[in-house]
């Protein structure tokens, strides 16, 4: 949870307190061969307010509802990563 939040103000410049939620492992592999392989931990907050994304740390960003995240990952598959679908479906099993 600290390791989340320094890492909130590092990459969108902005700090909340965090819960862990659960933890997940995924792999996938790209097309020029490279794969990822990892452990990661789900943790949620809430926060209203302005961002500050530093652009060394994070190339893009959008503030969305999870409904509307839930559409546009079905209407643009390729624009999440694997990763992002398998937190979004592990939130999902815990909230819904």
């Known amino acids: 949870e600290q390791a989340g939040e320094r890492r909130l103000w ?3 410049g902005f700090s909340c307190k965090l ?3 659960t ?3 995924y792999q996938a592999r790209y097309e ?3 794969s990822e392989n ?4 789900l943790l949620i907050g809430r926060y209203n307010g302005k961002t ?7 190339a893009g960003h959008k503030w969305v509802d999870i409904g509307d995240l839930r559409k546009d ?9 694997p990763w992002l679908r398998i937190a ?3 939130y999902l099993s815990l909230t819904e």
Do not use: G, H, I, W
């Not at 500050?52 to 994070?58: D, F, I, L």
């Not at 990952?73 to 990563?81: A, F, G, I, L, Q």
């Open 38 to 41: 990892e452990m990661c931990a």
């Open 88 to 90: 979004l479906a592990e």
């Open 52 to 58: 500050k994304p530093n652009p060394k740390e994070v």
């Open 73 to 81: 990952m079905n209407s643009n598959v390729d624009e999440y990563t």
């Open 19 to 21: 819960k862990f939620l």
């Open 32 to 34: 020029d061969s490279e």
């Open 10 to 12: 590092q990459e969108l």
């Open 23 to 25: 933890k997940f492992r």
